[in-house]
């Protein structure tokens, strides 16, 4: 399943509502990635450009946009930024592919390599 990496900066209803009555988001967070199908590892609070970090696994793009729709219509984040990460395995995997590719792009400007 692809991971994803999220920053968020949340809204100040979600922070008045925190400070006014303090909660645990992980539980809820958790409950709702497993709802979508994903599994969440780790929930950080955090201060400069973004309040909340977070690193979960869900099974596709889709899935990951629906978290910061669904976050975003109920109000408790003002923007979120989604990273999709690639394990090493991955990230080997696409080396490889690229290590195949090399010589077949050309860039602007330059003329076509000879066929292969």
């Known amino acids: 399943m692809p991971y994803y990496l999220a920053r968020a900066k949340v809204s100040k209803d979600m922070i008045s509502a925190l400070v006014?009555?303090?909660e645990d988001r992980l539980v809820a967070t958790t409950r709702?990635?497993?709802?979508?199908?994903?599994?969440?590892?780790n929930y950080f609070f955090s201060f400069g450009e973004f309040d909340i970090v977070l690193l979960f696994e869900l099974p596709d793009n889709v899935s990951a946009a629906s978290l910061s729709m669904t976050l975003t219509a109920a109000g408790s984040i003002t923007e979120m930024e989604t990273t999709p990460?690639?394990?090493?395995?991955?990230?080997?995997?696409?080396?490889?592919?690229a290590g195949q590719a090399t010589g077949v792009y050309?860039?602007?400007?330059?003329?076509a390599p000879p066929a292969r």
């Open 32 to 41: 709702f990635l497993q709802q979508i199908g994903g599994r969440l590892h």
């Open 106 to 111: 050309v860039p602007p400007g330059r003329t």
């Open 85 to 97: 990460l690639l394990t090493m395995e991955e990230a080997v995997a696409a080396m490889q592919r």
């Open 20 to 22: 006014s009555r303090p």
